[in-house]
């Protein structure tokens, strides 16, 4: 122990004080530096750093080259992130776009190669931003051999890649389908998806909307959680929905009926939750907030939860019971409002690891309503007019599985919209004198 008058030194640390500072999901460029220390910090970061692994297009080809079996063995979540790279429209056609996804597919085929080495790996995430630019990223044929290359210790799996790279399409379905047995955790948000990923004898030709006689699903005796995106979030005035594979129809009607057959006690027993998350586009004269549909397949339910983008995040008012803190107004960024809407079935991390809940560090996903104005000078429109008329003018609703529905919208007495779509108080009608 140092002597008062002599100062301390990090170095004095013993090693369980310095494991937990280093266990505090510190991001990878904070670990690199620390490996780069001394031999002990090395000793001490590299499990940390390689047991939550993150993979970006740009690092991903840089990791491919540096091939290390014994780093590989250290790997327990796998996050490869397709992070945006060009803002051009049209940028797909150029040289340097093309010499891009060509280096992604390279480091994705030695990736496949080492998976199987990866005997620790609980957790994969393939995770495209919405905002992508259309073209680039990893192709489907590339996908569905990460698919097929996966562990078996590999118990939690993530696809969210809406907009793949040009190439010749591939069916994942029948990939995630040979899967299901052994996952806990799944979340999908892609293109083209159907009953093929749950089980056998979907006729796309007839694609009915119930699920027939000769479809029969797969067991998925331990699977807790299965929660199935189709639509972004953020939706403008239209909508593109998750299409059916081999179709020109949605896949949403047909997916819940199929996904209902899989969820029954006897098929998957551990089944907690089984979500279909939709969009609605905007509409009516409150063009200020959109509505996102979350369908719940074993309840047999649907609800419409209201939100509002606003400067650098996003305002929802969540269902009772599911705010934050006591409250149903929460504020965050877009992807943690997405995680909060979709019940935490993967969670972001400050490493940006994409992580199901048993694997992720606990954390605050969200912002106080005055501490997000102090730091944005942003109000939501919904609570400005509330505040204003005095009234709750927005609840949250449910309906049938199936139903589209939107949020219920109150216009308080003596207010309406003017020609801007604000909400101001009504001018008395002029009467005639008698």
Same mark, same amino acid.
């Given at each position: 122990?140092?002597?008062?008058d002599?100062?301390?030194? %990090? ?5 369980e ?9 510190l991001p !990878?460029?904070i $670990? ?15 499990p940390?750093?390689?047991?939550h ?5 740009? =690092? ?7 091939? /290390? /079996?014994a ?5 327990e ?13 049209g940028a ?11 280096? %992604? ?7 496949? #190669?080492?998976?199987?080495?990866m005997?620790?790996l609980? /957790? ?9 630019t ?6 489907? @044929?590339?996908?569905?051999?990460? $698919?097929?290359?996966l ?9 969210s890649v ?10 994942l379905?029948?990939a %995630?389908?040979?899967?299901? @047995? ?13 009953p093929?990923?749950?089980? /056998? ?15 029969e ?5 331990r699977l ?11 939706p ?7 299409? $059916? ?19 029954t006690p006897r098929?998957?027993p551990a089944?907690r939750?089984?979500?279909i998350?939709?969009? $609605?586009?905007? =509409?009516?004269?409150?063009l ?5 549909l ?6 047999d339910?649907?609800? @419409?939860i209201?939100?509002e983008r ?36 993967? %969670? ?7 992580? !199901?809940?048993?694997? @992720?560090?606990?954390?605050g996903?969200t ?7 102090d730091k944005?000078?942003i ?12 009234t ?28 801007l779509g ?6 008395? #009608?002029?009467? #005639?004198?008698?």
């Open positions: 122990m140092a002597s008062e002599q100062p301390s030194h %990090i170095s004095a640390l013993s090693t004080l310095l494991l937990n500072i280093f266990e505090c999901d !990878p460029s $670990l690199v530096r620390c490996m780069q220390c001394c031999r002990r910090w090395t000793d001490l970061v590299s940390m750093l390689y047991r692994l993150v993979l970006t297009s740009s =690092s991903a080809a840089r990791w491919a080259a540096c091939a /290390s /079996s780093n590989d063995a250290l790997v979540a796998l996050t490869l992130r397709m992070t945006r790279v060009l803002h051009v429209q797909y056609r150029s040289r340097g776009a093309q010499e891009l996804v060509r280096r %992604i597919t390279d480091a994705v085929d030695v990736l496949c #190669a080492r998976l199987p080495a005997a620790r609980a /957790s994969f995430s393939l995770y495209a931003p919405a905002d992508q259309p073209g680039l990223g990893i192709r489907p @044929a590339s996908v569905l051999a990460l $698919l097929d290359a562990p078996p210790s590999c118990v939690c799996l993530e696809l809406r907009k793949c790279a040009r190439g010749a399409p591939a069916h379905c029948p %995630i389908r040979r899967a299901l @047995a052994r996952l806990r955790f799944l979340r999908l948000h892609l293109p083209r998806l159907c093929d990923a749950f089980g /056998s004898g979907f006729d796309a030709a007839r694609a009915p909307t119930e699920a027939s006689a000769a479809w699903p797969v067991p998925a005796p807790e959680q299965c929660v199935l995106v189709v639509a972004d979030l953020k403008p005035a239209f909508v593109w929905p998750t299409g $059916l594979c081999r179709s020109r129809r949605p896949a949403r009607d047909v997916l819940a009926r199929h996904a209902q057959a899989l969820g098929n998957a089944l939750k089984l979500w998350v939709d969009a $609605l586009p905007q =509409s009516g004269d409150h200020w907030f959109r509505t996102v979350r369908r719940d397949l074993l309840a339910a649907s609800v @419409a209201p939100y606003l400067r650098d995040g996003l305002f929802v008012r969540m269902p009772a019971g599911e705010g934050v803190g006591g409250s149903c107004d929460v504020v965050s960024t877009l992807e943690d409002v997405k995680d909060l809407i979709e019940g935490s079935a993967w %969670i972001g991390t400050p490493g940006k690891s994409r992580l !199901p809940p048993p694997y @992720a560090p606990k954390r996903l912002l106080a309503l005055p501490e997000w104005y944005t000078g109000w939501p429109h919904l609570l400005s007019y509330e505040r204003r008329t005095g709750r003018m927005l609840e949250v609703t449910e309906a049938e599985l199936l139903t589209v529905h939107s949020p219920t919208f109150h216009m308080p007495e003596g207010w309406g919209f003017n020609d604000y909400i101001v108080r009504s001018e008395p #009608a002029l009467t #005639a004198d008698p």
